[in-house]
Nanobody, 127 residues
Framework: QVQLVESGGGFVQTGGSVRLSCAAS????????VGWFRQVPGKEREFVAV????????NYEDRVKGRFTISRDNERNTVYLQMENLKPEDTAVYYC????????????????????WGQGTQVTVSS
């Protein structure tokens, strides 16, 4: 069983930066691939970014490439999402999720490949 807790959300102006954290309680955290997803009311949850077991490989949704950076610290059981140059359309509840499948599957960002989810943290970007 893996428990995930997100933090770091809040209000930020357009062009600003925010760093989200995802703290995990897992006996062997490095066994899991971790992704970030986001959701706005009335829309489906969507993939944002994913990081491999040791942090060496990442994948991003096209709209955040070059602005968001996902990383992990396995000694601290934490995954980060550094978000730069934020836009109003980045406003959403951000969730981290963990899965134990293959990189080939989880890099695609399909929700059903991720077994464990956090409760989410709100990020609001004002124009």
């Amino acid at each position: 069983q893996v428990q995930l807790v997100e933090s770091g959300g809040g209000f930020v102006q357009t062009g600003g930066s925010v760093r989200l954290s995802c703290a995990a309680s897992a006996r062997i955290f490095s066994n899991y691939i971790v992704g970030w997803f986001r959701q706005v009311p009335g829309k489906e949850r969507e993939f944002v970014a994913v990081v491999s077991w040791n942090g060496g490989t990442t994948n991003y949704e096209d709209r955040v490439k070059g602005r968001f950076t996902i990383s992990r610290d396995n000694e601290r059981n934490t995954v980060y999402l550094q978000m730069e140059n934020l836009k109003p359309e980045d406003t959403a509840v951000y969730y981290c999720a963990a899965g134990s499948g293959s990189w080939a599957e989880l890099r695609l960002g399909r929700l059903y490949d991720y077994a464990y989810w956090g409760q989410g943290t709100q990020v609001t970007v004002s124009s």
